[in-house]
């Protein structure tokens, strides 16, 4: 079993729609979370941090359950410009710095 | 300010070959991360540096793969001999040293081993 689980989807979704991801988590360790952005054939970069309070960042929410070890990500007023890969990040270790990237889940926003 | 940097951007090699990524951090990232992302799997850790010395390099796949970081500023990752398996993009990332700050990352180098 994988460490962070991700639906890799292809989710392919109307402009403007509202679409939410999901990611779990196994090592209850874990200290910090991530969503991370990748475009094709581009490097990983970050989108937000997750935190159990939830937090907001424009048209998208992020939200951490630690209980369930769960991690989502939700994406309202969809944009063409947000189709990419969303990789559900997780930190542990010393300092939070070894991180395990889920698999990605792959978002396409049609016209 | 510059991001962070790898070289090459590609790298075409045959199998048995030597081949050496370089990476340069964001000036005065002491942490440096190199990971792996190999064709249809997530990106995965292979070590990380705290200025020249070797912090966790439990991701390391085997002893064919050697990571330095002299002075600790520019890291290297040599491959040597390079396998088919090896095929992938070597992402480098830095932060700065104080704990869970974000991971920057560089754009890849794309190694591909016939």
């Known amino acids: 079993r994988k460490e962070v689980e991700q639906d890799p989807g292809p989710f392919n979704v109307p402009e403007g729609a509202t679409v939410a991801f999901n990611c779990t988590y196994s090592?209850?360790?874990?200290?910090?979370f991530f969503w991370y952005r990748q475009d094709c054939r581009k490097e990983p970069k970050l989108l937000m941090s997750v935190y159990s309070s939830g937090n907001e960042d424009g048209r998208f929410t992020a939200q951490l359950n630690r209980a369930s070890q769960y991690i989502s990500l939700l994406i309202r007023d969809s944009k063409l410009s947000d189709s990419a890969t969303y990789l559900c990040v997780v930190a542990r270790g010393s300092s939070a710095s070894k991180i395990i990237f889920g698999s990605g889940t792959r978002l396409s926003i049609r016209p | 300010e510059a991001g962070v940097t790898q070289f090459p951007s590609h790298s075409v090699i045959e199998k048995g070959q030597t081949v050496t990524l370089r990476c340069d951090p964001i000036?005065?990232?002491?942490?440096l991360y190199w990971y792996r992302r190999v064709m249809g799997k997530e990106i995965k850790f292979l070590l990380h540096f705290v200025k020249e010395s070797k912090q966790d390099e439990s991701g390391m796949p085997n002893n064919r793969f050697l990571a330095e970081r002299t002075g600790g500023t520019y890291s290297t990752l040599k491959v040597q001999p390079a396998e088919l398996e090896d095929s992938g993009v070597y992402f480098c990332?830095?932060?700065?040293?104080?704990?869970?700050?974000?991971?920057?990352f560089g754009p890849g180098t794309r190694l591909l081993v016939l």
């Open positions: 990332a830095s932060s700065q040293i104080r704990e869970g700050e974000t991971q920057y």
């Open positions: 000036s005065g990232h002491d942490n």
């Open positions: 090592n209850s360790a874990s200290q910090s």
